[in-house]
């Protein structure tokens, strides 16, 4: 349906929009800025902050842009002295909640309230700190609750719902509801961190990695290796004011070296390998008409909700390893052999769009002998911080190439990044497996794009393989409660997008940025001669020289899983 | 004549506080098409001071449900609901249910906190939700409980229903008398009374200095005793208070509470502003500027009709009482 076309007027300003816009959305299409803390377009609008308080011509009192929706001929103001005044009180309340601890927050260079303070002139000594007694939390070995930076927006537990987990719930506390972990003994955080990249305070952050990561560095016995995950190298530019999607490959890999890397590796390869592998578990399993649908094991958040709410679905994930620990566990093994390194003294620091990756780590069965394939997690967003720690700026940076001791990714290994590349890239390797045909299929358009459930149907030999992919939990638990035998293979990615919309990711993120990631992602992939894992002559190198037996293959590509339990949520401080 | 023109006529006004035209909501609910209408009898009358639906399900229950039935019958809805405050719930289910008998009516009880009794908020909790107010519109006429047009009055507007269509209704109000009087209740007296003539014909006009809270025990506007001269408002109750014997700090500071504990907390200017108030209170020092900023942001910036209508008694109280004007 086509949307009317209406005329409305702010501050002056004459706005051609649609109808069933809210004001908001039209002021922020329009670049006119009426400042709000809890509206987020993933979310529909709780309309708590009350900042985004507008008058409209003939109606009485103030109204929400965040929730108002525009009519033809509406006169808006959105700035007058009231609002002025009304805005600033409410922020001055506002600030009186979130105690600042700007010297030791990772938004404090990006930090909406620090501006909105500045731009609004507020008495900061006006009220004292509600909050100031109380406590961090640490959920697993992931997230941290600093619950006195908490300005009760709730979009934490509404992004936690939407996600089919509700772990974070409202809770009594005195005469106040606010945000608490569930105490219930079968709910438990899966990590995805949507509640970080959701909080417009940094309320929510990831647990700290980047202390530890410079103590490796310091310390010169130590051999530290880098490697960085699909969705980084179109995303962390945003930290340093890069547009949007901007590719910044050669600048991450030559400011990773500047940070002290010894070596530099880029997940993406991983990925081919785990696209060779669950390409051939596929087709196994296909053939057998066993355990299927298949379901992807990358997400570590995904996994977590099935072996935490749905264990009798175990069965159906793919054995593969995540691509960041298959290429932990070959730059330990075959990289250490090869170079001549101790890989006791190997480093590994996963760079990660993923809060829930610092949890998959510390998992057992990841554990080649007594080796950790990964041994630190950097979120995104912490990289960013350690690098400008640092005074690495990416915008001035000279570009480094990758060590190619693991050379170059195929086209299939960077887009696992987006939601559906995961999928492409297997379809791609199972259809040239099953045909042999040099000039197999390489494109899937299908399944690529935003959409929270997107299917298709793939000829698989005389199979009609149905395929479906899923971004976000709550879609996935949707699926698991419906009826998952419709499909053969199913793609599940915890957070929106995919891997693009991580809990690690640059803050802000929304459908536009996200997309703007992803079109990156397929554009990396186009302009790649080789697209295909199979075809990656360092993957064919590996599988002869290393990969080359059934025990190798299993220790370093392949898991088990185990039904999980509730982990006891860690006071830091009170 | 069809009831609803009898309800215009009889110029019934909802007994709830807000005193919305009862015929228009009923029409609109009427109009609505959809295939599914409710019909919410709302029965979580919560706020200090007020207490004449308590007494209404007590002593008049037939004439209430006879309301709900005719509400039912006019504006087409197969499903009614009598939503009670746990106290009356557990007091009145059983009786109540007999009477029901075999019509639809659904008992059920309230959530916590005042702010489940608002009327889009106790819908929320029907429908197994939190107890947060809804944005409006879509008024509950369209768009209410399970997202059908639905019409929620209170407990008294349903009895006054009932009179008027047997033909008995005589403009009365159930009046809720509480506070430093001799004679506590609730009492029928003509609507149009003033709260002076209500206090005196029912013995309880004070012969001690005094100032009353009218429409409620918590949100009711403090008034003198030369303003007694115009009828109560809201949902009818006159609280008593000896001027001499009421420490104001005590008063207001049960005020905030109350309100405190009973909001959402979902929005800044309820949520802080009431909490920035009680601070003031407890430390007794009444800043002016700061009380008339928060005053300013309660009224014109909170979410529902709770926090705007919060600041009526402080406001009140303190210019009055205090002399202070905020």
């Known amino acids: 349906m086509r949307k009317k076309k209406i005329k409305i007027m702010i501050d002056g300003r004459e706005i051609i929009c649609f109808q069933g816009q809210t004001i908001l959305e039209v002021a922020r299409k329009n670049d006119l800025k009426i400042p709000n803390l809890c509206c987020h377009p993933d979310l529909e609008h709780s309309q708590s902050c009350r900042l985004c308080l507008v008058s409209i011509k003939d109606r009485k009192g103030f109204f929400t842009a965040c929730s108002t929706k525009v009519e033809n001929g509406m006169i808006i103001t959105s700035d007058s002295p009231e609002i002025k005044k009304l805005r600033k009180i409410n922020l001055e309340m506002i600030f009186a909640q979130h105690v600042e601890s700007c010297r030791d927050c990772m938004r404090s260079y990006n930090c909406q309230l620090l501006s909105l303070a500045e731009e609004y002139d507020l008495d900061l000594g006006k009220f004292s700190d509600r909050k100031k007694d109380y406590p961090v939390m640490q959920f697993g070995s992931a997230i941290l609750f600093k619950s006195q930076k908490c300005i009760d927006c709730r979009n934490c537990e509404r992004i936690c719902k939407k996600q089919g987990v509700g772990f974070l719930e409202v809770q009594e506390h005195g005469p106040f509801l606010e945000i608490g972990p569930c105490s219930e003994n079968n709910k438990d955080c899966v990590y995805c961190g949507q509640c970080i990249v959701h909080c417009p305070v940094a309320a929510f952050e990831e647990a700290d990695s980047i202390k530890s990561v410079e103590a490796a560095l310091k310390d010169k016995k130590n051999f530290v290796v880098f490697q960085f995950a699909p969705s980084v190298r179109v995303s962390i530019g945003e930290e340093f004011g890069l547009p949007y999607g901007t590719v910044v490959t050669g600048r991450l890999i030559g400011a990773l070296r500047e940070l002290g890397a010894k070596k530099v590796f880029d997940v993406s390869v991983g990925a081919d390998i785990t696209t060779i592998e669950e390409a051939n578990e596929l087709l196994e399993r296909v053939r057998k008409q066993q355990k299927l649908p298949m379901f992807t094991s990358c997400c570590p958040a995904w996994v977590r909700f099935v072996e935490l709410y749905y264990p009798k679905f175990m069965p159906r994930l793919t054995s593969v390893r995540s691509p960041h620990i298959i290429l932990g566990g070959i730059i330990k093994k075959y990289v250490a052999e090869k170079e001549k390194i101790d890989p006791k003294r190997i480093v590994v620091v996963s760079i990660m769009p993923c809060t829930s990756k610092k949890y998959e780590i510390t998992k057992k069965e990841l554990k080649i002998g007594e080796l950790n394939p990964v041994d630190h997690v950097l979120t995104v967003h912490e990289l960013a911080c350690l690098f400008k720690s640092h005074s690495i700026d990416l915008n001035f940076v000279k570009e480094g190439k990758l060590d190619q001791i693991l050379g170059e990714p195929s086209g299939g290994g960077v887009i696992f990044g987006a939601s559906g590349g995961v999928t492409e890239s297997a379809l791609r390797s199972a259809i040239r497996k099953l045909t042999g045909r040099k000039n197999a299929r390489i494109n899937f358009k299908k399944v690529r794009g935003l959409e929270e459930i997107k299917e298709a149907e793939v000829k698989l030999g005389d199979v009609l393989l149905r395929v479906a992919v899923v971004n976000g939990l709550g879609n996935a638990k949707r699926l698991l409660e419906n009826n998952p035998k419709q499909y053969d293979y199913v793609e599940v990615m915890a957070c929106p997008g995919g891997c693009i919309g991580g809990g690690g990711q640059p803050i802000p993120a929304n459908p536009a940025i996200r997309k703007k990631r992803a079109q990156s992602l397929y554009e990396i992939d186009k302009q790649k001669q080789i697209r295909l894992a199979d075809d990656n002559p360092v993957v064919k190198e590996l599988y002869e020289k290393f990969l080359n037996n059934k025990e190798v293959v299993h220790k370093v590509c392949h898991t088990q899983y185990y039904p999980q339990q509730k982990e006891k949520i860690k006071i830091i401080k009170q | ?326």
């Open chain 2, 1 to 326: 004549m069809n009831t609803i023109l009898k309800l215009k006529k009889a110029n019934l006004l909802g007994r709830g506080g807000a005193g919305f035209p009862t015929w228009l909501k009923w029409k609109l609910v009427k109009k609505a098409k959809a295939e599914k209408k409710f019909v919410i009898c709302n029965a979580a009358e919560g706020e200090p001071g007020v207490f004449k639906d308590g007494f209404l399900l007590e002593n008049f229950p037939e004439e209430v449900i006879n309301g709900i039935i005719i509400a039912m019958k006019e504006v087409g809805a197969e499903k009614g609901y009598i939503y009670l405050n746990p106290l009356y719930f557990e007091k009145h289910k059983n009786r109540l249910k007999k009477i029901i008998g075999k019509t639809q009516i659904i008992i059920f009880k309230k959530g916590k906190g005042y702010i489940a009794g608002e009327e889009t908020a106790l819908c929320e909790v029907i429908e197994g939700k939190r107890a947060e107010p809804r944005n409006k519109p879509p008024y509950l006429s369209e768009k209410g409980l399970f997202g059908f047009p639905t019409l929620v009055n209170n407990v008294e507007t349903f009895y006054c229903v009932s009179k008027i269509c047997k033909g008995e209704y005589k403009h009365a109000r159930f009046y809720s008398i509480s506070g430093d009087v001799k004679k506590p209740g609730v009492f029928q007296l003509p609507e149009s009374m003033t709260i002076a003539e209500v206090l005196k014909t029912t013995g309880n006009y004070p012969n001690f200095d005094f100032y009353i809270q009218s429409g409620g025990g918590a949100s009711g506007e403090v008034l003198l005793k030369e303003e007694l001269e115009r009828p109560v408002s809201g949902a009818g109750s006159i609280t008593v208070y000896n001027k001499e014997k009421t420490d104001p700090f005590t008063l207001m500071e049960k005020w905030v509470d109350f309100f405190m504990e009973g909001n959402c907390d979902k929005c800044v200017p309820c949520r802080e502003g009431l909490f920035r108030l009680k601070q003031m209170i407890e430390k007794k020092d009444l800043n002016k500027d700061v009380l008339s900023e928060i005053f300013f942001s309660l009224s014109e910036a909170s979410f529902c009709s709770l926090g705007k209508g919060a600041v009526v008694p402080f406001r009140s109280f303190l210019k009055k009482i205090m002399n202070i004007e905020a």
